[in-house]
């Protein structure tokens, strides 16, 4: 029961245009790159067959044992929580935006919750039709938040628990690293150091150094990926995965990482991938 694929994202609010409004051009980099990250993870849909996105209509499609039976979307929130994909929408008013995403068609009904805002953005990314073939999801969602404060061996458990329940797993992490530009001046330094490791991290899906981020470090250089980070790592123990960095904030100061992580070669052709990369230089 492995995890096979995982895209990890980040989730400023400015990712959607409806919220980035006349600035959504300055995010079209990095939202290219999250767009390539959960394209690889191959969720199937029923719909028209579109090239690069597992769509199709047919029996051995439907059939397809490669595809994952689940897509887990995991970020930090306040509390470790999972969410019933059948009662949850995505919301941002909580944070003071009016906004919502809604795919249970749930919204205003009794009982029915608001996820925080690392889900919401992550939904939106995985779900989004502008920028992903029409289609209906045959698999199963789950929503998953996990503490900011978690200890590293309770995310990594977690990890473990979530890629036992189906035969294949993908999983979206949300989360970014630290934001240089934002931090006092004597921590600049740290930061970069500490997203240098991050992205070799992913590079070369090394769970071993996820797993050993400090939560205290963590919380100083205000990296807010920490405990879903060390998720993923706990997710992909033991598994045969290849990791390539789309966009990487160790060259920049804001904080946003994308990455890939799939068990099998990617069908994207090197040229397309470097050209995804060269787009997400901006916001």
Not at 8 to 24: E, K, S
Not at 160 to 185: F, I, K, T, W, Y
Request: hydrophobic share 45%; charged share 20%; net charge negative.
């Amino acid at each position: 029961m492995p995890l096979i694929s995982a895209a990890v994202c980040p989730h400023p609010p400015a990712l959607i245009p409806a919220i980035a409004g006349g600035d959504a051009a300055e995010w079209d980099g990095v939202r290219a790159a999250c767009v390539e990250a959960i394209r690889r993870l191959r969720v199937p849909k029923i719909g028209e067959e579109a090239d690069g996105w597992a769509v199709g209509r047919s029996e051995a499609f439907m059939s397809d044992p490669t595809l994952p039976d689940l897509l887990v979307i995991v970020g930090c929130d306040d509390t470790t929580t999972a969410y019933d994909s059948r009662n949850t929408f995505g919301s941002l008013r909580r944070y003071g935006i009016d906004w919502s995403w809604d795919i249970a068609w749930c919204l205003g009904e009794e009982g029915s919750l608001p996820l925080p805002l690392s889900l919401s953005v992550g939904l939106w990314l995985a779900t989004a039709t502008s920028h992903a073939p029409p289609g209906v999801f045959i698999k199963r969602f789950a929503y998953q938040s996990i503490s900011f404060d978690a200890s590293p061996r309770d995310c990594v458990q977690l990890g473990r628990d979530l890629a036992a329940e189906e035969a294949n797993v993908a999983m979206l992490v949300m989360g970014e690293a630290a934001p240089g530009e934002q931090l006092p001046r004597d921590t600049v330094d740290r930061a970069t150091a500490y997203n240098s490791t991050l992205a070799r991290a992913f590079a070369g899906v090394d769970t071993a150094a996820l797993g050993q981020l400090d939560p205290a470090e963590s919380q100083i250089l205000k990296a807010t990926g920490r405990a879903a980070w060390q998720v993923l790592a706990g997710a992909a123990e033991g598994q045969e995965l290849a990791g390539q960095l789309l966009s990487d904030s160790a060259s920049r100061d804001d904080g946003f990482l994308v990455a890939s992580w799939t068990r099998t070669t990617d069908p994207v052709s090197a040229a397309n991938a470097a050209g995804i990369a060269s787009r997400a230089t901006t916001h």
